[in-house]
């Protein structure tokens, strides 16, 4: 549930064009939990809220305490966010305002440096190549497991240009896995960009699946090229050949436009 607190304290800061990252850093400072600031940065990017009262500090984490109940909504709990998840990275991109990060620049000198790229500098980057037989796999494929160890499958895509944000769902057998933890990749990480990353949510079935979305924020372009979008680890309950499945893949470019890609294995 996103805390009213912060998400006043950051709809009021971004009113005053200060950079998410710093306001972020802020609230780190102040005590306040990545739980907390990551709900409330959704929060803020996928539902209208009242008018932000005015806050210059960061909330105090004591005051936190004392009013949880009273400032805390329940707008935005873990199961709702993941019911509307395929419309939730294109809701952040949508209604990003260009002032939130402010990206590393210089167009117009002729060369393509730092966090330009085509979309914010067409001057001096090359456009990039049409996305085509974009394709994204889970590496290794399977993996022979014992009970009590741990494994890790890499979540990779090859050939993609102008990546902005993706989610998919990875199905596992949980007779055999338990969901231990996810790593982002480096690919999203590109030109000293830090995405922003839905905390993991593990849904139960005939199969359990969990679901990862991450995007980049602000005006600072896509990416291209090969690389690992996620790091997913398991522990083993058991022994036996663990080989989970991709899912619900869907991939977005800077300009809020699907990427085709084809699942392979």
Known sequence: MANQQVVDYIKSNLDKKIPLENIRSDLYKAGWSEKDIKEAIAYVYSKPAPPAASNPQPPGSSGKKIFAIAIIIAIIAGASIYYFMSDYLLSIMKGMPPE???????????????????????????????????????????????????????????????????????????????????????????????????????TQGTENRITIACTRMGPVGGVDGSGVLESVTFKALGSGTAQPKLSNVKLSDSNVREIKVQIQG
Request: hydrophobic share 35%; glycine share 6%.
């Open 100 to 202: 939130i990060i402010t990206p590393n620049v210089s167009c117009g000198d002729g060369a393509c440096n730092g966090q330009e790229t085509y979309e914010i500098c067409p001057a001096d980057c090359p456009s990039p190549p049409v996305n085509a037989d974009v394709k994204i796999s889970v590496n290794p494929q399977q993996a022979a497991v014992n009970s009590g160890s741990s494994v890790t499958f890499q979540i990779q895509i090859s050939s993609v240009s102008n990546l902005y944000g993706f989610q998919f769902d990875l199905n596992y057998n949980q007779a055999l896995l338990e969901f231990s933890q996810a790593t982002a990749g480096d690919l999203l990480k590109k030109n000293d960009v830090s995405p922003f990353c839905l905390d993991p949510k593990v």
